[in-house]
């Protein structure tokens, strides 16, 4: 059976509105259509056409040459079922103003019918009584989903995960490579559950000091994190790094819901939900004894795992459209734009960082681009660091980034440039890796781990 007749079944007749001015168009996908007997269809034109006949529709696949404005005109008429629109090539930025203005998906011409279908499917009108309650719902930050951007499948599936789970006590346990979004993540978590109200408070067990943690998390004479976060959520980054006294008191609070601060006898309860994040494998550390076994498995009840970038598809353009902006309107640049190879370089680069690296090569972007042009040469994959010769930085000379402006100047690989301002950085804060994460606005597990790649060991500062 296919996903229209569930939606038939679920939501009433399926009728699909194409709509598009040429009728070349219109015939390849009502002749596509027509082998599915399941479904209706009407056709127009042009918009006007289009709002005359939507209140009789359940969802509709639009092409014109403004789609941005025709998402707008068919929202405003009050029609609530599926909107897939149909673009021109390339066409990057449409494609964001389109979504941005309430379409559903896009899909790119010349229309690929099995594609079309399979965006019009994933957002059936059976899904979006979720949508709407999710959009009712207080939001404390932009984006698509409490704070996060991104509207792949893969991310759709985590936002109806955070849902599911947000309802419940029971502890969360967040996995994913680093950057891509684990504390986004944990706070989503809280924002949409009903302890949105209480605090939210977050510990990251790789940077506080082991002496130290017992007392962050419990608190001595004065309160810790257990009681900040009373009737709230903790959020513990980087668990399998919580040292093993620390993790066996933590067990003790998962079991009986009670802890005493450090140096006291007397229990008192708290009212806490954690959601624990790491971004290694959490049973390669069981099994390398440093994340206790009894305490995974009561931490991991709920578990969540987040895909790296490079499984997010077409996100990755959402995400550099939406950082591009923001940098551009804190620098004062204009937004630069995207062509064909910007769009290609950006689908293809791997992302190890993620998210993070993602957002980090965007402000260069704004800050590097002239006339609004982005140097292609700016987005390719950085080569890797050589271990073995940390001092030494190969660097290429290059003459001219754009036609008819030459630029001369040193280049040096991203990678390079990266450990270079890390290294200044810590130096500048006298090996405080803490102060050092805060100022390069990375994480310091992320710190810890490029210096542990680069084969030095760190002292916790
Ligand atoms: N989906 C997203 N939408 C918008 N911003 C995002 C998204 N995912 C991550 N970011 C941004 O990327 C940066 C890294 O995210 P975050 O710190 O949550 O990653 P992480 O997985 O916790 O990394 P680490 O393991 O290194 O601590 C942050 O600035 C965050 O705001």
Redesign the pocket.
Known sequence: MSQFSIARRTGGPTRLLICDPDPAVRATVRAALARRDSLDMIEAADVAGALALLPRCTSALVGTVDPEDAVRRIRASGFVGTLVVALSESSVTDAVAAMRAGADDVVQKPLVVEEVMDRLLAATPARRPERRRRAARPLPRG???C????RSTA?QAVYAQIERLAASRAAVF?T???????????AAVHAASSRRDAPFVAL?C?VIPAELMEVALFGREDAGAMDRAQSGTLHL??ITQMEPACQARLMHFVETGRFSPVGEVAEREADVRLVC???RDPLEEVRAGRLREDLYYRLAVLPLA?PP?RA?GD?VLL?AE??LARFAGEEGRPMPRFTPEVVEALRTRRFP????E??NLMRQVVILSEGGTIPPGLLAEPAAPEADTPGRSPEVFIQGWSEGHAWHGRVEPLAVIERRAIEAAIAAFDGNISLAAAAL??????LY?KKLAWGERTRLS
Request: glycine share 14%.
């Open positions: 984006g698509d989903f704070g996060l951007y991104g991310m967040v994913g490579e680093s950057g891509t979004g684990k504390d986004l993540v944990a990251n790789a980054d980087e994040a790491t971004s987040l970038l997010r996100d995400l939406t950082f960082g993620n998210v993070r993602l957002q606005d990375l994480s310091p597990s992320t781990r």
